[in-house]
């Protein structure tokens, strides 16, 4: 009995001293997982950077719009008829008085005749009459009867001219036609659609601004346009017209600008995007728009620094610091507040930053920042 309880002693020390052991270890690789901590420096973060540029911008609205020709008709057919000559092709560009269409008027043609010699007869026939009432051999009656059959000749004659003159169709202004819709042939009743006609020099823009705008606009201010269709091409015009009223749903003026238009590139019902800019000129400090890092708290940017460190060289820490950012314009974004000209920020990189993060700045591949940004294809 007394040796069974010895060798349950000895094994119960045993165990104690493994355990006693495997704590020690433990406990050592813990001590030194601490010490390594409180001494680890985080590898510096590869970054790109940028100056803090100082300049000038025109300040600006920015819009879209839609293109509206100065003068725009649908022409079509006043009187019913048979159409017997198309003189235009699709798309050309027509003057003021051309030809255009011309439905048959052989029936009116052949009236006018006979109505044009009535009224040679009602017209010798009246001056016949007016010289008898001199000689007083008629009476006032029979001259007034002659007077007013010569009217009605001379009325008939002008009916008929007027009705050939609405079965001929000019272009009542000098512009661009579109594709016709009729045909030789074609029974045309009033109303028929025959080609619609545009007047594309100058043309109009019109776009809306909210309410807030009426402060700084007025008429002749410089007005730019670009389109998606030309993205390298750019319009300069002026601010022609301003809305006496506001839509009361919206809240926006409605506004119209004038642009030189001597190519015929700008088409009415063209989607464009339009900048009213001002006269003056305000100073602006720049940075790359990928340099901000954007948060609920406040927007901010990283400031680099050179910063020594104990027992080591001079090297370049990342400062956060919150600024108040403006208008954006291509790659860069006006800073209003928070910089100063010349300091240098992270341009790509912060989002992995925190602050007083150690970098390493890498600028050879770094893309520049433009103000007005164009893709090249490769």
């Known amino acids: 009995m007394k040796l069974r309880t010895k060798q349950?002693?000895?094994?119960?020390?045993?165990?104690?001293?493994?355990?006693?052991?495997?704590?020690?270890?433990?406990?050592?690789?813990?001590?030194?997982?601490?010490?390594?901590?409180?001494?680890?420096?985080?590898?510096?973060?590869?970054?790109?950077?940028?100056?803090?540029?100082?300049?000038?911008?025109?300040?600006?609205?920015?819009?879209?719009?839609?293109?509206?020709?100065?003068r725009g008709v649908t022409l079509g057919a006043e009187l019913p008829g048979t159409v017997r000559e198309v003189a235009f092709d699709s798309g050309a560009s027509v003057k003021q008085g051309a030809l255009l269409v011309k439905l048959d008027t052989s029936t009116e043609e052949a009236?006018?005749?006979?109505?044009?010699?009535?009224?040679?007869?009602?017209?010798?026939?009246?001056?016949?009459?007016?010289?008898?009432?001199?000689?007083?051999?008629?009476?006032p009656a029979d001259l007034e009867a002659v007077e007013a059959r010569a009217a009605q000749a001379g009325a008939a004659v002008a009916g008929l001219e007027a009705a050939i003159a609405k079965k001929t169709i000019r272009a009542p202004f000098a512009g661009r036609i579109a594709i016709r819709q009729v045909e030789v042939g074609q029974v045309v009743t009033p109303g028929t659609p025959v080609a619609s006609l545009q007047s594309v020099d100058p043309t109009f823009v019109d776009f809306w601004l909210p309410q807030q705008a009426l402060a700084t606009l007025q008429v002749g201010q410089q007005v730019r346009l670009s389109t998606?269709?030309?993205?390298?091409?750019?319009?300069?015009?002026?601010?022609?017209?301003?809305?006496?009223e506001i839509d009361p749903a919206t809240r926006n003026v409605r506004l119209r600008a004038t642009f030189p238009n001597p190519d015929g590139r700008l088409r009415p019902g063209m989607f464009a995007s339009v900048e009213v800019l001002s006269a003056?000129?305000?100073?602006?400090?720049?940075?790359?728009?990928?340099?901000?890092?954007?948060?609920?708290?406040?927007?901010?940017?990283?400031?680099?620094?050179?910063?020594?460190?104990?027992?080591?060289?001079?090297?370049?820490?990342a400062r956060q610091r919150f600024v108040r950012l403006g208008e954006r314009r291509g790659d860069l974004v006006a800073v209003e507040s928070g910089l100063k000209a010349g300091e240098k920020v992270v341009s790509s990189g912060a989002f992995k930053l925190r602050n007083g993060a150690a970098v390493v700045v890498r600028d050879d591949p770094a893309p520049g920042a433009e103000l007005d940004p164009r893709p090249v294809d490769r």
């Open 8 to 70: 349950w002693l000895s094994a119960v020390a045993g165990l104690l001293a493994v355990i006693g052991v495997l704590v020690g270890v433990k406990a050592g690789q813990i001590g030194t997982m601490i010490a390594t901590g409180k001494t680890f420096t985080p590898p510096a973060e590869s970054v790109t950077s940028a100056p803090v540029q100082a300049s000038e911008w025109q300040p600006s609205l920015a819009a879209s719009g839609s293109v509206v020709a100065v």
């Open 280 to 317: 003056e000129r305000r100073p602006v400090l720049l940075v790359p728009a990928t340099a901000a890092v954007y948060a609920p708290y406040g927007d901010s940017v990283f400031v680099l620094e050179a910063a020594a460190t104990d027992g080591k060289p001079p090297g370049t820490v």
């Open 228 to 244: 998606d269709t030309w993205p390298e091409a750019t319009w300069d015009g002026r601010l022609t017209t301003i809305n006496p």
């Open 111 to 139: 009236q006018l005749v006979a109505a044009r010699a009535d009224a040679t007869l009602a017209r010798l026939a009246l001056e016949r009459s007016r010289s008898l009432r001199q000689s007083d051999v008629n009476t």
